[in-house]
């Protein structure tokens, strides 16, 4: 690192996070706006650096577009002379999903809370017309808070028809719908496809469609049925054969209606499925943060029933990237309520208000003897007075 250089654009390098063939992260610091970043640099030359810096350039551009806490934001992209293209992102200190999926770490409250947020930020990014078309475990990152952060939507595209280039594949195979290793466009539909691989993994630990090589996981995509491990029951096992359906109008239209049957169809602890269902009923930036259960932790002490509503866990300002594997905390989870307080009405009778005072109905108690209701009766005798005295000297004058 020290030959290289200390710098790449403006921001300076502390350590490196991760690196491989294709590429390094860095842990660097912007100096200017004072935050960590985390800097991808890829090793390519010639188109392939035009590439890169392409792909890069798209991925920032759809940052821009997308505004949600479970998706990584991209804050600057460019060259650095001797090194390559690189791209600066938020940091997220933590791990990628495939890690944990590889320990076996996580509970199953923890598992639905981590495809809850990916859900969220899948329906963002459609929302605005965009499809990952690489949404995998790798491409999911997770702060030691429990914040889910999706991430690489480098070759993502609009689903605007001229930004389309049909018969274009790029992707991972095991995680790609039919109709994309066919050679046709990708959909929200295929990411919903992605999505359901990934689900597939994280809760059973094997994909629905195994192979050693990359040729042998497409053949088994396009020509052979789901593999499922001994024991899934048929509910759940109807759940999935219908999101990884062949023929994408068989699949489910939306996220939730396939990630809700899921959980139905789950066996689990029944305060766990409530706490689950609560995380459904808020909305994209209710900011919820999961809590990640490991296997070695012990347990939470039992609280008694219906819980105390706790502290709500203050929102972390470090977001993730790759590299670096921390142990998640346990938060307190936002969604626990306090228990409704039923108030019970006395059978006193209410007591008569006294009148306010008004202009229009005399003074403050409302009785006759006001100054305002003196001088109003006043007035009106003398009126009637004078038109009696008015009408005595008219009869007079006319006998």
């Known amino acids: 690192m020290a030959e290289l250089t200390r710098t790449i654009g403006r921001y300076v390098i502390d350590r490196t996070l991760g690196q491989g063939a294709m590429g390094v992260v860095y842990l660097a610091e912007d100096p200017m706006l004072k935050r960590r970043v985390a800097i991808k640099i890829v090793r390519a030359a010639g188109e392939e650096r035009d590439h890169a810096l392409t792909r890069f350039q798209r991925e920032a551009e759809i940052s821009a577009q997308l505004n949600h806490p479970n998706i990584a934001t991209i804050f600057d992209v460019g060259v650095e002379p001797g090194l390559g293209p690189f791209i600066a992102m938020e940091y997220v200190e933590g791990a990628s999903l495939g890690s944990f999926i590889r320990d076996g770490s996580l509970d199953l409250e923890g598992k639905f809370g981590i495809l809850i947020q990916v859900m969220r930020a899948l329906r963002a990014a459609h929302r605005?017309?965009?499809?990952?078309?690489?949404?995998?475990?790798?491409?999911?990152?997770?702060?030691?808070?429990?914040?889910?952060?999706?991430?690489?939507?480098?070759?993502?595209?609009?689903?605007?028809?001229?930004?389309?280039?049909?018969?274009?594949?790029?992707?991972?195979?095991?995680?790609?719908?039919?109709?994309?290793?066919?050679?046709?466009?990708?959909?929200?539909?295929?990411?919903?496809?992605?999505?359901?691989?990934?689900?597939?993994?994280?809760?059973?630990?094997?994909?629905?469609?195994?192979?050693?090589?990359?040729?042998?996981?497409?053949?088994?995509?396009?020509?052979?049925?789901?593999?499922?491990?001994?024991?899934?029951?048929?509910?759940?096992?109807?759940?999935?054969?219908?999101?990884?359906?062949?023929?994408?109008?068989?699949?489910?239209?939306?996220?939730?209606?396939?990630?809700?049957?899921?959980?139905?169809?789950?066996?689990?602890?029944?305060?766990?499925?409530?706490?689950?269902?609560?995380?459904?009923?808020?909305?994209?930036?209710?900011?919820?943060?999961?809590?990640?259960?490991?296997?070695?932790?012990?347990?939470?002490?039992?609280?008694?029933?219906?819980?105390?509503?706790?502290?709500?866990?203050?929102?972390?300002?470090?977001?993730?990237?790759?590299?670096?594997?921390?142990?998640?905390?346990l938060p307190v989870p936002s969604y626990q309520q306090r228990p409704a307080v039923k108030i019970e009405l006395g059978d006193d009778k209410p007591v008569q208000a006294r009148p306010t005072y008004h202009p229009k109905y005399g003074g403050r108690g409302g009785g006759f003897f006001t100054p305002w209701n003196l001088v109003k009766w006043f007035c009106i005798v003398l009126v009637a007075g004078k038109l009696l005295w008015w009408a005595y000297e008219y009869v007079k004058a006319h006998p």
Do not use: W
Request: hydrophobic share 40%; charged share 20%; net charge negative.
């Open 128 to 329: 605005q017309a965009i499809v990952h078309r690489d949404v995998k475990p790798e491409n999911i990152l997770i702060s030691s808070e429990g914040r889910v952060k999706l991430t690489d939507f480098g070759i993502a595209r609009t689903m605007a028809p001229q930004l389309t280039l049909a018969g274009e594949f790029m992707g991972s195979p095991a995680y790609s719908a039919p109709e994309l290793l066919r050679g046709g466009d990708a959909t929200p539909c295929s990411d919903r496809y992605s999505f359901a691989v990934m689900a597939f993994e994280l809760l059973t630990g094997q994909l629905p469609h195994p192979g050693t090589t990359i040729a042998a996981v497409i053949s088994h995509v396009l020509t052979e049925p789901l593999v499922f491990p001994p024991g899934m029951s048929g509910d759940i096992a109807k759940v999935y054969r219908l999101a990884l359906a062949g023929d994408p109008d068989d699949r489910p239209g939306t996220l939730m209606e396939f990630l809700v049957p899921l959980v139905n169809a789950t066996p689990m602890d029944p305060l766990a499925r409530e706490r689950i269902n609560e995380m459904f009923r808020h909305d994209d930036y209710a900011g919820d943060i999961v809590p990640l259960h490991r296997q070695h932790l012990s347990p939470p002490a039992p609280m008694p029933h219906p819980p105390a509503a706790p502290e709500r866990p203050a929102a972390s300002p470090a977001t993730a990237s790759a590299g670096g594997r921390s142990t998640p905390t």
